[in-house]
């Protein structure tokens, strides 16, 4: 069991973040990569944009399943055994998908990589939050952790177009499956549970009752809230731009001219810049709370989605991306600050994933149904255009949230 220091006198709390920034790195590659694929499937299997997307719609559905059911599980037991069985769900679903010749089983692959990966999310981010709670630097911590995401958004992007390109998708598929698993299986051996809260209570025991009590009362309180309503609005709002832009980016962008490998290099570095807006989303958060933080990244997003509607060359690509990914990752920082801020650390890790998995329920249909009004119309308009007006919606709806009396 870790205590506050290790042998060396280092918090320990500084290997934890270092782990679970690498869990993060495999949520950035399997949450931003899907794009790179999509189109090369559809070619090589003469199926439709839509049938390739209901593949991301069924992992979606199974990480809605997976962040739930991990948070709750990381509020209550050490985060290193769901790590590791998530490592090998997320291994399998992602690596089998190199033997896919049906929608069925393509469907069937990455429901199983998507009940892998929902524990990249819910366990680290309560994890990191609960090491550092009431430190100086815990909004600096925060923001550091998810910054995996952007970092390992911009390097399996980057690989898996290299892959797709030199090997064919099969081989690619196969090779990132067996890296998921090596980078989750190893990150498992090293996170650990905060001081407090190593080790488990006897299930009979005054304290174990008492704060089993205190823990279902925070979460009443949450869920019944106003704020936690409105919180969960702007997320599923957020989350469903963000699966349109992670499936349908690197298409829409070669289907105007721009090369593979700069378009692939261009949802990598939506990850990449979404990295100073993790950081400095959490540094800020010492004297900008995480409320404007959010509204201010949710308009930002909504402001420059319209700049996909006159897109026209690489330089005007990558203008966008820059934009939109710092906002995209301040946004993220503050949806998970605000909720620890708002609501306590008791059950930080349902809450993380019941609003998570609210928010990709309501995104998991949004590729198919962009994908579906593509091979309609012949044309990702509309959907750029309903996407920006929803996400300054969304950021007024945020502006006006109040912190409940009961934090």
Request: charge should be positive.
């Amino acid at each position: 069991m870790p205590g506050e220091k290790n042998n060396t006198g280092v918090f320990y709390g500084w290997f934890a973040m270092l782990a679970c920034f690498a869990v993060l790195l495999v949520q950035g590659g399997t949450m931003w990569t899907f794009g790179v694929f999509l189109k090369p499937m559809a070619q090589d299997l003469q199926w439709s944009r839509a049938q390739v997307s209901s593949g991301y719609t069924a992992f979606l559905i199974g990480y809605v399943i997976s962040v739930v059911v991990t948070g709750r599980l990381s509020d209550r037991h050490s985060p290193g055994p769901i790590l590791l069985v998530s490592a090998i769900l997320t291994g399998l679903g992602f690596s089998l998908c190199s033997q896919v010749h049906t929608v069925h089983h393509l469907r069937v692959l990455l429901f199983i990589g998507g009940l892998g990966s929902g524990a990249n999310w819910s366990v680290p981010t309560s994890t990191v939050q609960r090491w550092f709670f009431a430190r100086e630097r815990a909004g600096l911590a925060l923001g550091i952790t998810i910054s995996g995401v952007g970092v390992g958004a911009f390097i399996f992007a980057l690989l898996s177009d290299y892959l797709v390109s030199g090997r064919g998708w099969r081989d690619a598929y196969l090779t990132v499956g067996i890296i998921f698993f090596a980078v989750m299986a190893a990150s498992s051996f090293v996170v650990k549970k905060a001081p407090g809260e190593t080790g488990a209570l006897p299930g009979g025991s005054n304290e174990a009752l008492n704060r089993g009590r205190v823990q279902r009362q925070e979460r009443r309180d949450a869920l019944r809230s106003l704020s936690f309503a409105g919180i969960t609005i702007c997320n599923c709002i957020a989350a469903a731009a963000f699966q349109i832009i992670a499936a349908h980016l690197v298409p829409y962008a070669t289907d105007i001219g721009i090369p593979s490998i700069a378009s692939a290099a261009a949802i990598g570095l939506m990850g990449g810049f979404s990295i100073p807006g993790r950081i400095i989303g959490g540094h800020l958060s010492a004297r900008i709370s995480w409320q404007r933080i959010l509204a201010f990244s949710h308009v930002g997003m909504g402001l420059f989605t319209l700049l996909l509607l006159v897109l026209q060359g690489t330089w005007m690509l990558y203008c966008y991306v820059l934009f939109y990914g710092f906002f995209h990752g301040s946004r993220v920082s503050a949806y998970l600050g605000i909720l620890g801020d708002f609501f306590g650390m008791g059950s930080l890790g349902e809450l993380i994933g019941i609003t998570m998995a609210v928010g990709i329920f309501t995104a998991a249909f949004a590729p198919y149904l962009a994908g579906f009004l593509f091979d309609v119309t012949g044309s990702y308009r509309a959907v750029f255009t309903v996407m920006s007006i929803f996400l300054v919606g969304s950021g007024i709806i945020a502006s006006i949230l109040h912190k409940p009396d009961t934090a």
